[in-house]
T-cell receptor, first 113, second 115 residues
Framework: NAGVTQTPKFQVLKTGQSMTLQCAQDMNHEYMSWYRQDPGMGLRLIHYSVGAGITDQGEVPNGYNVSRSTTEDFPLRLLSAAPSQTSVYFC????????????FGPGTRLTVL | AQTVTQSQPEMSVQEAETVTLSCTYDTSESDYYLFWYKQPPSRQMILVIRQEAYKQQNATENRFSVNFQKAAKSFSLKISDSQLGDAAMYFCAYRSEKGSNQFYFGTGTSLTVIP
C-alpha cells in the first residue's frame, strides 16, 4: 500500500492563479480531510469528506473547494490564490468517521507570491 | 470549538534521559479521544499514542506514555530513554466522540535531543 499520497510536494503560485492539490489513498478509507499547517498555529481543518459524493466545511474553508467523486481521491482546489494561503497542506484519511487514527500524506508546501 | 494548548514551544533533553511534554485542552464533552502526533523534518505526521477519555488507565507505547488527568483536562507525554530519532515537532490533538471526526491540534512542541 502506498498509503496517502499528495502531489505536488512543492508549488509556487502568483496571486490570482488557481491550482489543484491532489490527494489519493489506497486503503479504502471513507473519511478524508485537508489541513493547513501554519507556523505557531498547529493544523487547522479546511474541508473533509465522509464518503464519495459527501463533503463538508471545516474550520477554515474560505478560498478552497473540494469534491469527492471516488473513494480514493480528494482534491483541494484553490480558486484564486492569495498570499494568505501560503502554507503547508496535509491530506489525511481514516477508515470512517468513528475511527480515531488518521493517516497523513507527506504534505504540499505552497507559496503564493 | 475545542481548544488544545501546548505551552512549551521548545524543549530539549539529553540522550537516554526522560522528558515530559505538556498539553491541556478545553471541552465540555465527556467522551473524546486524545492523541500525540510526531512530525519529524520529513513533515510526515506519525501517530505516537492515543488515549480514550473513558479509560482511566494511562496509555503506554514502548518508551512513550501519557499522564491523562481528565478533571484537570491535562494530557502530557513522557518519553523515556530519549533517542536521537525522537527529535521532532510533537502535536497534541483532540477528537470528539461525536460529530465530524474533526481533530483539533495544539501549536506543537519542538523537541531537541542532545547527544
Amino acid at each position: 500500500n502506498a498509503g496517502v499520497t499528495q502531489t505536488p510536494k512543492f508549488q509556487v503560485l502568483k496571486t490570482g492563479q488557481s491550482m489543484t492539490l491532489q490527494c489519493a489513498q489506497d486503503m479504502n478509507h471513507e473519511y478524508m480531510s485537508w489541513y493547513r499547517q501554519d507556523p505557531g498555529m498547529g493544523l487547522r481543518l479546511i474541508h473533509y469528506s465522509v464518503g464519495a459524493g459527501i463533503t463538508d466545511q471545516g474550520e477554515v474553508p474560505n478560498g478552497y473547494n473540494v469534491s469527492r467523486s471516488t473513494t480514493e481521491d480528494f482534491p483541494l482546489r484553490l480558486l484564486s490564490a492569495a498570499p494568505s494561503q501560503t502554507s503547508v497542506y496535509f491530506c489525511a484519511s481514516s477508515y470512517d468517521r468513528k475511527t480515531d487514527t488518521q493517516y497523513f500524506g507527506p504534505g504540499t508546501r505552497l507559496t503564493v507570491l | 470549538a475545542q481548544t488544545v494548548t501546548q505551552s512549551q514551544p521548545e524543549m530539549s533533553v539529553q540522550e537516554a534521559e526522560t522528558v515530559t511534554l505538556s498539553c491541556t485542552y478545553d471541552t465540555s464533552e465527556s467522551d473524546y479521544y486524545l492523541f500525540w502526533y510526531k512530525q519529524p523534518p520529513s513533515r510526515q505526521m506519525i501517530l505516537v499514542i492515543r488515549q480514550e477519555a473513558y479509560k482511566q488507565q494511562n496509555a503506554t507505547e514502548n518508551r512513550f506514555s501519557v499522564n491523562f488527568q481528565k478533571a484537570a483536562k491535562s494530557f502530557s507525554l513522557k518519553i523515556s530513554d530519549s533517542q536521537l530519532g525522537d527529535a521532532a515537532m510533537y502535536f497534541c490533538a483532540y477528537r470528539s466522540e461525536k460529530g465530524s471526526n474533526q481533530f483539533y491540534f495544539g501549536t506543537g512542541t519542538s523537541l531537541t535531543v542532545i547527544p
